[in-house]
């Protein structure tokens, strides 16, 4: 019963350093997310993908990247590591539904500090 | 742009007590919205789903209502329990793909 799986849980990154936050989910979902929370916030999105090969962009995409070589994984990417990146980031998927209106599903999120 | 608020940002209530949380949105042509529950440091966990075309959910003690002509969908809560204590978000999907969450309200029951 795995569902949406994150890794790293915590991390901790210098000004201009890089590093790739990893989502995999086991359910075949089509669409996965990535988003941040910053604290007191709702959630933004960063970007999402629709399946194998497509990705677009969301509300804040600026200073990330992404792929989706498979159905089931879904990497971001900072580039360049800033301040401002200091957030919880959570991936979420779903299967596409009736009338494309499937259920979000939520990882436990990964925590990002930038210094 | 596209903008879901959700009233109040904290609410504080004695076990027992029933309680409404709501969220607002600027736009009426939703696809479907969502309720979700945070714990702290957690990922968000689905409560309820209504389809733009349902007017209410309800799972156990919970109920969902949704009036898209006026912009407005509220969490009902039933008989709350300390375990109810978190922020609850809502999230509305405004075409096929995007999901816009308001901020959450942050909910405490008290023993």
């Known amino acids: 019963n795995a569902g949406v799986t994150q890794t790293p849980k915590f991390r901790i990154l210098k000004i201009g350093q890089s590093m790739t936050l990893q989502c995999a989910q086991d359910?075949?979902?089509?669409?996965m997310y990535w988003y941040r929370q910053d604290p007191g916030m709702g959630l933004k999105l960063i970007y999402y993908?629709?399946?194998?090969?497509?990705?677009d962009k969301g509300e804040v995409p600026n200073g990330y990247n992404v792929s989706r070589s498979t159905t089931e994984d879904f990497p971001l990417r900072l580039e360049l590591a800033a301040p401002s990146q200091t957030s919880v980031y959570f991936c979420?998927?779903?299967?596409?539904?009736?009338?494309?209106?499937?259920?979000?599903?939520f990882g436990e999120g990964s925590r990002l500090t930038v210094l | 742009k596209q903008e879901v608020t959700q009233i109040p940002a904290a609410l504080s209530v004695p076990e027992g007590e029933n309680l409404v949380l709501n969220c607002s949105f600027t736009?009426?042509?939703?696809?479907?919205l969502q309720w979700f529950r945070q714990d702290p440091g957690k990922g968000l966990t689905s409560l309820l789903l209504i389809q733009s075309s349902q007017r209410e959910q309800t799972s156990g003690r919970l109920n969902a209502s949704l009036d898209k002509s006026s912009g407005r969908s509220t969490l009902y809560i039933a008989a709350s329990q300390p375990g109810d204590s978190a922020t609850y978000l809502c999230?509305?999907?405004?075409?096929?793909?995007?999901?816009?969450f308001g901020s959450g309200t942050k909910l405490n029951v008290k023993p």
């Open positions: 993908s629709v399946g194998a090969g497509i990705t």
């Open positions: 359910m075949n979902h089509n669409y």
């Open positions: 999230a509305v999907v405004y075409n096929f793909n995007k999901f816009y």
């Open positions: 979420a998927s779903r299967d596409r539904g009736r009338l494309n209106t499937g259920e979000l599903f």
């Open positions: 736009d009426s042509a939703i696809y479907n």
